[in-house]
């Protein structure tokens, strides 16, 4: 799919370039005509006032600053009212019999024509005067091939560059479609994976509740005292299947940066202590020991309900990968810029080639064991959705078999980011 859009977009970007490259062309030479015809005309203008007035210049000394028309020059024919010729400066003969020709057409007024004699390409001014008492009309030619080549070459040129251009912008533009399409394949894959996760996560507790209930049928006949391990086992995968749901609705908000979130001020100290003893249960029944080093007096601007999730994902992954015996420490202290969390175990570790995969979606560094454990996969992606939205990090450090430590990093000001 992703192949075939980058086609359409390779070739969208291909056909963008051609039309440009040809409204280019079209227009330098619309351009460069208008230009040398304007200055052609004024040339031959100046060169019938000079004949008139009788300072006719050389061809070399030129009549406008334009070099491309003095080199070309000039010829010219005067003609009297009888049709006969009273001067000229002629090198092509067919020109007298051109311009006899075109008299019959004069009507007094000034004129410029465009005229094909031959191979040779002219451009003709024609304009009356009064000399000495008779109306004289005067001619004046200049042989426009040189011109028109000119811009031939102009066009040729521009033509073979675009062609090296586009052959050059092709493999480019294929390029650059896919480094364009990489993020959307990157969304498109992650959104395709999360779907899929998110099916089998709720297809399991599916099964085990489908499985149970086709035991309890045949058990129609027994009294509900004498099935409460089935039973027990739908009530604990509903009791997952709701912790699952409201985890990707969670999730599914923390994606929204754009809703606001009421923020207020509150004290950071006590919520960081209540939540400890708020585990303290779990811990022991647990067997792990669970400690605080909270600094006193630290408040912070944010959602309380948030951080309090926080909290609460940071310990309960702490101890549900720290054995029996182990110890998990909840620290809190500030500096200048930043409010510091740190949640630290001497429980199973990370592997360091899944340090950078842990915050993703239903990520799991032992999949056997969170399964055992009753874990999402959706923990840590949350608390990560909840600390970047707040303009913080997180920071981890861990080591196979000795333990982990995630330092949560919040800005003490509410429109700063760390």
Known sequence: MFRDIRKKITLFNTLILIAFLILFIVLLCVVVQWSLSTSGESYLKNVAASVESGNLQSQNEGFLSTTVHEQMGYEYIEWDDKGSVVSQQISNSDLISEGYSLLADSDGTDRYETLKIGDRDYRLYT????????????????????????????????????????????PLSWFLAGRSLRPIRENFELQKKFIADASHELRTPITVIQTNVEVLKMKEDEHISDNMEWLSNIDNECDTMGTLISELLTTAQNEKPEKKEERLRFSMTDLCVETVELMRPLAREKDIRLESAVASGITY?????????????????????????????????????????KFSDNGLGIPEKDQQKIFSRFYRVDDARSRATGGTGLGLNIADSIVRNSGGKIKLDSEPGKGSCFTVLLPKNANQKI
């Open 127 to 170: 304009t009356a005067f009064d000399k000495d008492g008779k109306t004289l009309t005067l001619q004046v030619f200049q042989d426009t091939t040189t011109e028109n080549s000119v811009i031939s070459y102009i066009i040729s040129y521009l033509l073979m560059i675009g062609a090296a251009g586009l052959l050059l912008l092709i």
């Open 301 to 341: 601007f944010g959602n309380p309900g948030k951080i309090r999730q926080l909290l609460r994902i940071f310990l309960d992954n702490a101890l549900k990968y720290t054995p029996a015996g182990g110890l998990v420490v909840l620290g809190l202290s500030e500096n200048k810029r930043s409010i510091v969390i």
